[in-house]
């Protein structure tokens, strides 16, 4: 999809105080709103300038654009970088807006986002006098050892706000955070009182650590199962074998049967995620070929290929 570049369509530098953006904003408007300006093309220029509006006028969505960085140039093409907003803390979701009503590239950062949680959570109620605080959430990676062991991390979180200055800016707070065992990806940690304080003794808000799982170097996650590639010898394969298998719980004994092929899948159940029902861990076969690099190497690949009559391409009719 394409970049935006919010600053560029409102005619702002990145530094730009909220006032300065909402007067470019009134401006912009003045002269593009369809129903009084002749200018060629002010429809889909008024839908832009709103685009950006909408963004750099929320301190939480405007913080959550800067992330990204500035080295991106308008009509780029774009997608956004994994975890984009990971460690980013927000209160009541990304705002209010329908970012169906906007480009790809606004839905891609903001808009299911935004609408989900809100759903999900909705902000505070209130009673004569009280009123309770606004939930906060924030998309938190952790190791996928911690889901299988549990843990107490600390974890680090901005929050954008506005300063005296009437620019964006991020303050951290670091909290400790309890793991429980289990936790799959996309699930969420609640932290009672730990949102927006309530006013007239009303109820703080809770925050929503909503977990995902940092890259593994041997696994790969889908809900409660995991998944890893286990390199073999051809005469593991061939002949069959037993063989070791790293799982996050410690290593197990895994037979392959003889004649296996390269991409066969071999479940070991109950060796994902734990949890009530446990998740299973799928192993699919890859085999790997000694090099053949001394001579004592070479000479016996020469005699398999002399003594097995066998072509790989036989069934291409080769």
């Known amino acids: 999809m394409e970049y935006k570049d919010y600053y560029k369509i409102m005619g702002v530098e990145r530094n730009a105080t909220q006032d300065e953006i909402k007067r470019a904003y009134r401006k912009l408007a003045r002269k593009y709103h369809p129903d009084v300006s002749k200018e060629a093309g002010a429809q889909a220029k008024f839908q832009e300038m709103q685009e950006a509006y909408e963004v750099l006028r929320d301190p939480e969505k405007r913080a959550a654009y800067d992330q990204l960085g500035a080295n991106w140039r308008a009509g780029q093409e774009f997608r956004p970088p994994p975890d984009w907003d990971a460690g980013f803390e927000f209160s009541g979701g990304f705002g209010d807006a329908d970012g169906s009503a906007f480009s790809d590239f606004f839905e891609s950062l903001f808009g299911g986002r ?158 994902g995620i734990p949890a009530k029902q446990p998740g299973d861990l799928y192993v699919t076969l890859q085999i790997v070929l000694p090099p053949a690099r001394s001579e004592e190497s070479k000479k016996l690949y020469q005699q398999m290929r002399e003594r097995l009559a066998f072509n790989p391409r036989s069934k291409l009719g080769v």
């Open 114 to 271: 935004s609408r989900s949680r809100r759903d999900r959570w909705g902000g505070g109620f209130s009673e004569p006098g009280r009123q309770r605080g606004q939930d906060h959430h924030a998309k938190v990676p952790i190791d996928l050892e911690d889901s299988f062991q549990g843990a107490t991390r600390s974890i680090t979180l901005q929050s954008p706000t506005v300063d005296e200055s009437d620019r964006v800016r991020t303050r951290q707070r670091t909290l400790s955070v309890r793991i429980p065992q289990g936790i799959k990806q996309g699930q969420h940690i609640r932290l009672t009182g730990q949102g927006t304080p309530g006013t007239g003794g009303g109820q703080a808000g809770d925050l929503y650590l909503e977990v995902e799982f940092r890259p593994h170097p041997v696994y790969r996650v889908e809900g409660a199962d995991l998944y890893m590639d286990l390199p073999v010898a051809p005469w593991e394969a061939a002949l069959g074998a037993k063989v070791q298998v790293p799982t996050p719980g410690g290593t197990v004994d895994l037979t392959i049967a003889p004649d296996s092929r390269a991409g066969s899948r071999l479940r070991l159940r109950g060796r």
